[in-house]
C-alpha cells in the first residue's frame, strides 16, 4: 500500500515540494503551499476517475479535459484557479461528451472556480483582493454532451465557442435526450471569458448539447468576459441561478436549446448588453421551446442611460418568458422582436411572454408604458397589433413575481457583498 508523505502547513510566500512515496519512490505530483492551503498543479487532463479534495486549492495550468468515460468528483468547499493565459494558451474545465463532473458544493461549502490572482482561500466566499468586476483573468467551465441542438448545415454535432476548432473534444450535440453528464450545485465561477480569438470568448458556464439528466442547480457567475450562462442546444434544466456583472449577455440560449431556467437573478454591470438574449435554430429543425421563469433581473443604468436591454428575441427563437421582474434598467431599454422571424413566431404564439413585470419609477420617465417597452423591429412592425401582448405584463412600482432569493443566500458573493437587498 502507498503513503504519500505531504506538508500540510500555511505561508503567505508560495513553496513548492514533491509528494513521494515512503521509500523515495515515484513522483506522485508537486503541489505548492499557497496562502490558506495546498496548491496542487493540474497540467494534464483527466482519463480515469479522478477526486479533487476540499484541503487543497487545484491551480488549471492549461485547458483540462474530462475524458470521454471519465468521471471528475471535486467535494465540497474546494477551490479551483485558472492560470492566466488567452487564445490557444487559455486556462479552462471542459467536460466532454461522454465525460462527467460531479461538483456537488453545499449551501455552507460552496466549490469556488476563480483566477489565480484572487487569494481566496478555503473556507471564505467574498475575494478579499479582486473587485467584482474584474474579467477574463482565466477561461470557464465548458460541459457538453450528446443532447441534440439544431445546427449549421443540419450536422448532427458541432464545435463549442471558445475552444480551438482542431481540438475534436470541443464537439456538442447527438441524438441522446436524456445523456447524463454529471451534477453541479453550487458552485461559483467567477473573473473568466478568456479571449481564444476574435469576438471568440469562453462563457462563465457553457452548456452545449447537455442532456435532461444532468443536474445543475445553485450556480453563480461573476464578472466574465463573454456571456454568464449559455446553452447551446441540449435539454438540460438549469434552476437557481445567478449571473452579476458579465461583459455581454447574462442568459444566452442558442441553437434550439429546449430546457427551463428556473428562479435566476441578473445584476448587470456598466459593460453588460441583454439581460437574455435568445437566438433559435440554425438548421431545418425548428420544433423546441425553452422556458425562462420566475426571474428578477437588476439592470444598470447612468442617470437613465446605456446598461443594456431586457429581452432581444432572435435569429427564429421559440421560447416561453414567464413571471419575472425587471428593475433599474434605462430609459431606452426594451424588449425587442429582432426580426422577421421572431415576429411570425410571436404572433403565431411560439413566442409567450406572460407575467412580466417591470419597474421604471426610478426614471424621469417615469411614464413608460408596456408600449414603449416592447419593440418590433422587422420590417411590418406590426406584431403588437397582430397579437396583442398578454394582459399580465405590466408596468408596476412593487413586483408580485420574481426569483427568491434566498436560494442564493450564504454561499454566494453576491450575497456577501450586499447585492441582494435590492431583491
Given at each position: 500500500?502507498?503513503?504519500?508523505?505531504?506538508?500540510?502547513?500555511?505561508?503567505?510566500?508560495?513553496?513548492?515540494?514533491?509528494?513521494?512515496?515512503?521509500?523515495?519512490?515515484?513522483?506522485?505530483?508537486?503541489?505548492?503551499?499557497?496562502?490558506?492551503?495546498?496548491?496542487?498543479?493540474?497540467?494534464?487532463?483527466?482519463?480515469?476517475?479522478?477526486?479533487?479534495?476540499?484541503?487543497?486549492?487545484?491551480?488549471?495550468?492549461?485547458?483540462?479535459?474530462?475524458?470521454?468515460?471519465?468521471?471528475?468528483?471535486?467535494?465540497?468547499?474546494?477551490i479551483v484557479k485558472g492560470e492566466a493565459g488567452s487564445g490557444a494558451n487559455a486556462t479552462a474545465?471542459?467536460?466532454?461528451?461522454?465525460?462527467?463532473?460531479?461538483?456537488?458544493?453545499?449551501?455552507?461549502?460552496?466549490?469556488?472556480?476563480?483566477?489565480?490572482?484572487?487569494?481566496?482561500?478555503?473556507?471564505?466566499?467574498?475575494?478579499?483582493?479582486?473587485?467584482?468586476?474584474?474579467?477574463?483573468?482565466?477561461?470557464?467551465?465548458?460541459?457538453?454532451?450528446?443532447?441534440?441542438?439544431?445546427?449549421?448545415?443540419?450536422?448532427?454535432?458541432?464545435?463549442?465557442?471558445?475552444?480551438?476548432?482542431?481540438?475534436?473534444?470541443?464537439?456538442?450535440?447527438?441524438?441522446?435526450?436524456?445523456?447524463?453528464?454529471?451534477?453541479?450545485?453550487?458552485?461559483?465561477?467567477?473573473?473568466?471569458?478568456?479571449?481564444?480569438?476574435?469576438?471568440?470568448?469562453?462563457?462563465?458556464?457553457?452548456?452545449?448539447?447537455v442532456g435532461s439528466k444532468t443536474l445543475i442547480s445553485h450556480v453563480e457567475v461573476v464578472a466574465?468576459?463573454?456571456?454568464?450562462?449559455?446553452?447551446?442546444?441540449?435539454?438540460?434544466?438549469?434552476?437557481?441561478?445567478?449571473?452579476?456583472?458579465?461583459?455581454?449577455?447574462?442568459?444566452?440560449?442558442?441553437?434550439?436549446?429546449?430546457?427551463?431556467?428556473?428562479?435566476?437573478?441578473?445584476?448587470?454591470?456598466?459593460?453588460?448588453?441583454?439581460?437574455?438574449?435568445?437566438?433559435?435554430?440554425?438548421g431545418d429543425a425548428t420544433d423546441a421551446m425553452f422556458t425562462l421563469k420566475n426571474g428578477s433581473?437588476?439592470?444598470?443604468?447612468?442617470?437613465?442611460?446605456?446598461?443594456?436591454?431586457?429581452?432581444?428575441?432572435?435569429?427564429?427563437?421559440?421560447?416561453?418568458?414567464?413571471?419575472?421582474?425587471?428593475?433599474?434598467?434605462?430609459?431606452?431599454?426594451?424588449?425587442?422582436?429582432?426580426?422577421?422571424?421572431?415576429?411570425?413566431?410571436?404572433?403565431?404564439?411560439?413566442?409567450?411572454?406572460?407575467?412580466?413585470?417591470?419597474?421604471?419609477?426610478?426614471?424621469?420617465?417615469?411614464?413608460?408604458?408596456?408600449?414603449?417597452?416592447?419593440?418590433?423591429?422587422?420590417?411590418?412592425?406590426?406584431?403588437?397589433?397582430?397579437?396583442?401582448?398578454?394582459?399580465?405584463?405590466?408596468?408596476?412600482?412593487?413586483?408580485?413575481?420574481?426569483?427568491?432569493?434566498?436560494?442564493?443566500?450564504?454561499?454566494?458573493?453576491?450575497?456577501?457583498?450586499?447585492?441582494?437587498?435590492?431583491?
Amino acid at each position: 500500500m502507498r503513503k504519500l508523505l505531504a506538508l500540510a502547513v500555511t505561508l503567505s510566500a508560495a513553496l513548492t515540494f514533491t509528494a513521494c512515496e515512503e521509500d523515495g519512490g515515484t513522483v506522485i505530483e508537486e503541489k505548492e503551499v499557497l496562502e490558506g492551503g495546498i496548491g496542487v498543479a493540474v497540467n494534464s487532463d483527466i482519463t480515469s476517475n479522478t477526486t479533487w479534495s476540499s484541503d487543497s486549492i487545484y491551480i488549471l495550468q492549461s485547458r483540462i479535459v474530462v475524458e470521454s468515460g471519465a468521471t471528475l468528483t471535486i467535494e465540497p468547499g474546494t477551490i479551483v484557479k485558472g492560470e492566466a493565459g488567452s487564445g490557444a494558451n487559455a486556462t479552462a474545465l471542459i467536460v466532454a461528451r461522454g465525460g462527467k463532473l460531479m461538483a456537488k458544493g453545499t449551501a455552507t461549502k460552496p466549490i469556488i472556480f476563480t483566477s489565480v490572482a484572487d487569494k481566496i482561500t478555503l473556507g471564505q466566499v467574498a475575494s478579499p483582493n479582486l473587485s467584482n468586476d474584474l474579467v477574463g483573468l482565466w477561461g470557464g467551465v465548458i460541459i457538453l454532451g450528446n443532447a441534440s441542438g439544431s445546427f449549421k448545415g443540419n450536422v448532427e454535432s458541432f464545435q463549442i465557442e471558445g475552444i480551438p476548432a482542431d481540438d475534436t473534444r470541443g464537439l456538442y450535440g447527438g441524438t441522446v435526450e436524456d445523456d447524463y453528464s454529471g451534477e453541479i450545485t453550487y458552485i461559483s465561477i467567477r473573473h473568466g471569458g478568456s479571449n481564444i480569438g476574435e469576438g471568440n470568448e469562453i462563457n462563465g458556464l457553457t452548456l452545449g448539447g447537455v442532456g435532461s439528466k444532468t443536474l445543475i442547480s445553485h450556480v453563480e457567475v461573476v464578472a466574465n468576459q463573454d456571456d454568464g450562462i449559455e446553452c447551446f442546444g441540449g435539454s438540460v434544466d438549469v434552476s437557481n441561478a445567478i449571473v452579476w456583472n458579465v461583459g455581454d449577455d447574462a442568459y444566452d440560449m442558442d441553437q434550439d436549446y429546449k430546457g427551463t431556467i428556473d428562479n435566476f437573478i441578473f445584476i448587470g454591470g456598466d459593460q453588460t448588453d441583454h439581460a437574455m438574449e435568445l437566438d433559435g435554430p440554425e438548421g431545418d429543425a425548428t420544433d423546441a421551446m425553452f422556458t425562462l421563469k420566475n426571474g428578477s433581473l437588476k439592470g444598470w443604468n447612468d442617470d437613465g442611460e446605456g446598461g443594456g436591454e431586457y429581452i432581444d428575441f432572435r435569429s427564429n427563437v421559440r421560447a416561453k418568458i414567464a413571471d419575472s421582474y425587471f428593475f433599474n434598467f434605462s430609459a431606452d431599454s426594451d424588449v425587442e422582436l429582432d426580426n422577421e422571424g421572431v415576429a411570425t413566431n410571436y404572433v403565431d404564439g411560439k413566442i409567450i411572454m406572460t407575467g412580466l413585470q417591470f419597474d421604471v419609477s426610478h426614471l424621469s420617465e417615469g411614464n413608460l408604458s408596456v408600449a414603449d417597452i416592447f419593440v418590433d423591429k422587422s420590417d411590418a412592425k406590426d406584431a403588437f397589433s397582430r397579437a396583442q401582448l398578454d394582459a399580465t405584463n405590466q408596468v408596476v412600482t412593487t413586483a408580485t413575481v420574481g426569483a427568491d432569493k434566498s436560494a442564493f443566500s450564504g454561499w454566494t458573493w453576491a450575497d456577501a457583498s450586499g447585492e441582494l437587498s435590492d431583491f
